[in-house]
């Protein structure tokens, strides 16, 4: 008896730590980490982004803990990727610095949906070192708040169930096969081809995750009760795309400076990327129609970028009549944001063809003479770079959207 006693007690140990022995897995939509060590009794784990460089810059990280014991803090390290990317305007290879793979704080999930901020992570070396008190055996751990071309497809769907005067649509498929979701918004009797159309779109960059954040927050006010997003979606037609690349965003990859060129870079006459092709063909049937008004691309901005942020075109390159509505809008951001971080937009020096591929331009060039256009960039590595503080910064775009058209409504005789 007294022996066997002994016996259990000599298994127990290990029994329990097979039942809690630490994992981490990646093999979900964007999911994304080497795991370099793994150390279960001081519960720390160090990875690497697992992105193909080729699908543009290793930055992105995203894991799920599993058989965590809460007893104990856990460890994550994060280290740099070390390779090259193609820097566009001068054809060679460049290294990334390690701040856009380091938040600040990074993205904490008890139940894999709703996301919150870790602690300040603290550089040590070449890691930067996160420490979480776990409350539960699983959890997940990610550079920003994770959404995926499910959560894309969900949103839009949850907001036409709900909404009459919301419709989703897929905007077209990748060239991996995967759908592009996007909604379409307007009420009531308004005549389609009397509304100005306003097109929002957000991942160009796939690791930018603040775009679809921000993107989703503004469709979220513009089904509200809000008065101002009642007028906006009773006047104008209003497109939001919550994310271009599934793709990319799919397997974990960072899609900036991706072969053979990124998403925000193909707005060519011949683009590589089926579902920039399927935005052009929509954006220039409704230039077609004359009513195309107002492009926004959101993005996410480098990691010491604190502001909001908006890329200015210089008037040379802006419509006939646009630039008064250019700089009225911006002016509006202004009163939104309290300031605004201002990026003059021209065609650079060293590669000035570049400029033509890019979003915005070709939008100012392929739509009519008023079509206002921005790359707006969110800063996220601040504590408001949650799934709340982007979508504030979607209601004050909508609000600004909306106080141009009003007034330029009420001008009108
Ligand atoms: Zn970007």
Not at 70 to 75: A, C, Q, R, W
Not at 328 to 341: A, H, P, T
């Amino acid at each position: 008896m007294i022996k066997q006693f002994l016996l259990s007690f000599l298994i127990l140990p290990s029994c329990i730590a097979i039942g809690q022995e630490l994992k981490v897995a990646t093999n979900f939509e964007s999911g994304s980490a080497r795991v370099l060590s793994l150390d279960q009794q001081t519960q720390t784990i160090r990875i690497t982004p697992a992105g193909d460089p080729k699908r543009g810059i290793p930055n992105w990280w995203y894991v799920r803990i599993d058989g965590i014991n809460t007893t104990i803090p856990l460890v994550l390290e994060v280290e740099v990727r070390e390779d090259l990317i193609p820097d566009e305007l001068t054809g060679q290879g460049k290294k990334t610095s390690p701040g856009w793979t380091w938040p600040a704080q990074a993205a904490l999930s008890l139940d894999g949906k709703t996301w919150k901020q870790t602690a300040e992570g603290q550089k040590i070396n070449n890691r930067m070192v996160y420490q979480v008190q776990p409350a539960t055996g699983t959890l997940w751990l990610a550079w920003g708040p994770p959404f995926t071309p499910t959560d894309a497809l969900n949103f839009v769907n949850r907001i036409s169930q709900t909404y009459s005067f919301a419709k989703a649509f897929i905007l077209g498929r990748s060239l991996e096969g995967r759908q592009v979701p996007a909604l379409q918004i307007a009420e009531g009797s308004k005549p389609a081809d009397q509304r100005p159309a306003i097109w929002i779109s957000a991942r160009h960059h796939a690791w930018e995750c603040g775009g679809s954040w921000v993107g989703t927050g503004l469709a979220e006010w513009l089904v509200s009760d809000n008065q101002q997003a009642r007028w906006l979606r009773q006047h104008a037609e209003i497109f939001v795309v919550p994310l271009l690349d599934v793709d990319h965003v799919a397997t974990g990859d960072g899609g900036k400076h991706g072969e053979p060129q990124d998403h925000n870079l193909d707005w060519s006459d011949q683009p590589h990327w089926p579902e920039v092709a399927a935005a052009q063909k929509r954006i220039l049937a409704l230039a077609n129609e004359g009513r195309m008004n107002i492009f926004l691309d959101l993005h996410n901005p480098a990691p010491g970028n604190k502001q909001q942020t908006a890329y200015v075109i210089e008037k040379a390159y802006m419509p006939e009549k646009a630039d008064p509505r250019k700089l009225r809008f911006v002016d509006l951001m202004i009163e939104e944001f309290g300031g605004l971080k201002q990026n003059p937009a021209r065609p650079p020096a060293e590669n000035p063809a570049l400029f033509h591929r890019v979003s915005v331009p070709w939008v100012l060039e392929h739509s009519n003479s008023n079509t206002i256009a921005f790359c707006i960039e969110t800063p996220w590595n601040t504590p408001s770079g949650t799934p709340e503080g982007y979508g504030i910064v979607g209601q004050k775009l909508g609000s600004a959207v909306e106080k141009l058209l009003r007034e330029e409504a009420e001008k009108q005789p």
